[in-house]
């Protein structure tokens, strides 16, 4: 039997349309892959409108209190004219402010609103082990509890103006350490890194060193030091423990770029490059591996889950890059994956709740949480 021309486009028309529709199912099952949605909060009204977001690394933050309840911080623009300010010295009337919200996840509301006045463009807050809040504005840390009292308040003063400090917390063991990268006079580059307990803001130990000029990010507890290093156009990851004089270098290779060190307990740590993930362990041995690109992970407060989210190329230049989350469990296991996830947020962010069981997703403003059902 002949077929015309006109059916024959209809049928390849109708072909593709059940494709189509197929691989959105598809993507729909991918996306739902062990994991159930339980709550999709928009937090424009208890933080600020998208517009008013001002520049901040991240531009957004989120966090679990418990399993459930859970913290998303950003930094707002305010109303009123712009004025100068002293450093460290903050202003009700500054332009910036740092705003938080706790949610009840049992309800999907906003129960708690914090609000404090910042400068700078690296403001954060963070939820200790103890359920505090460890708030960051540029060269100021404080600690607050729940009821807005504080805690504590460290001013930190570099050595230079224009030197950076580097704030990593370990929530695992309950640390927080803060870097200088300085010069001594002749021309030495020095790094010292304060171990903090979380909650006080008191010094538990202090790494002082001799490093490579390349030194970008160093992490660490009071019992092991770690860092990346970028030497002459190769990346390396280094070591040191208690009474160690020189670093040691346990792993190198080439990537666009390095995310960690970030703490499991005191003597294991998570770092990622552009090609995997890696868990490294006391002796500075992988001990568990996984081939993704990492451009961000975060982990749950029992040490044992991470979630790792990166950009997937698109099959087509007519679909935008999707985002792929996986998550890990014990022995370094995927118990869930999210794929094609829109990316529709220049600078999301996801969280893992204390056991593992729950993940947050924020972007634009917007959490969403899921239940991992391994």
């Known amino acids: 039997m002949a077929v015309d021309g006109k059916n024959l486009r209809i049928g390849t028309l109708a072909f593709c349309l059940v494709l189509f529709v197929f691989a959105i199912c598809s993507s729909s099952r991918a996306f739902a892959a062990n994991t159930r949605q339980l709550q999709s909060v928009d937090l424009r009204g208890a933080?600020?409108?998208?517009?008013?977001?001002?520049?901040?690394?991240?531009?957004?933050g989120v966090?679990?209190?418990s399993e459930n309840k859970l913290l998303a911080y950003t930094v707002c623009q305010t109303a009123g004219e712009p004025m100068l300010s002293i450093r460290g010295d903050f202003k009700p009337s500054d332009s910036k402010h740092l705003r938080a919200a706790i949610v009840d996840l049992a309800t999907g509301k906003v129960e708690q609103h914090f609000d404090w006045p910042t400068q700078g463009d690296t403001s954060s807050v963070s939820v200790t082990s103890k359920g505090n809040l460890l708030v960051k504005r540029k060269d100021v840390l404080e600690t607050y509890d729940l009821q807005g009292k504080r805690i504590a308040r460290l001013i930190l003063k570099t050595a230079n103006f224009h030197d950076p400090l580097m704030m990593i917390p370990a929530y695992v063991v309950g640390t927080m350490t803060v870097t200088e990268v300085a010069m001594t006079t002749s021309g030495m580059p020095i790094t010292a890194t304060l171990v903090l307990d979380e909650d006080t803001l008191q010094p538990l130990f202090r790494w002082s060193t001799k490093n490579e000029l390349e030194d970008r990010v160093i992490g660490a507890s009071s019992a092991m030091a770690a860092a990346w290093q970028d030497v002459r156009g190769e990346k390396r990851i280094v070591i040191r423990k208690s009474g160690d004089k020189d670093w040691k270098t346990i792993w190198t290779g080439s990537s666009a770029f390095m995310v960690g060190p970030q703490f499991l307990d005191a003597y294991r740590f998570v770092m990622a490059t552009d090609k995997e993930i890696m868990v490294f362990n006391r002796n500075g041995d992988v001990e568990a591996r996984a081939s993704l690109?990492?451009?961000?992970?975060?982990?749950?407060?029992?040490?044992?889950?991470?979630?790792a989210a990166y950009t997937e190329s698109s099959p087509s230049a007519v679909f935008a890059p999707s985002i792929r989350i996986d998550v890990f469990g014990a022995s370094f296991q995927r118990?869930?994956?999210l794929a094609n996830f829109a990316n529709d947020a220049p600078d999301f962010r996801v969280a893992l709740s204390p056991d593992g069981d729950k993940l947050a997703i924020l972007g634009n403003l917007h959490v969403k949480v899921l239940g991992i059902t391994e």
């Open 63 to 65: 966090e679990f209190f």
């Open 293 to 307: 690109k990492a451009q961000q992970y975060a982990v749950a407060k029992d040490g044992k889950h991470i979630v």
């Open 335 to 337: 118990t869930a994956t």
């Open 47 to 60: 933080l600020c409108d998208a517009a008013q977001v001002e520049i901040n690394k991240p531009l957004a």
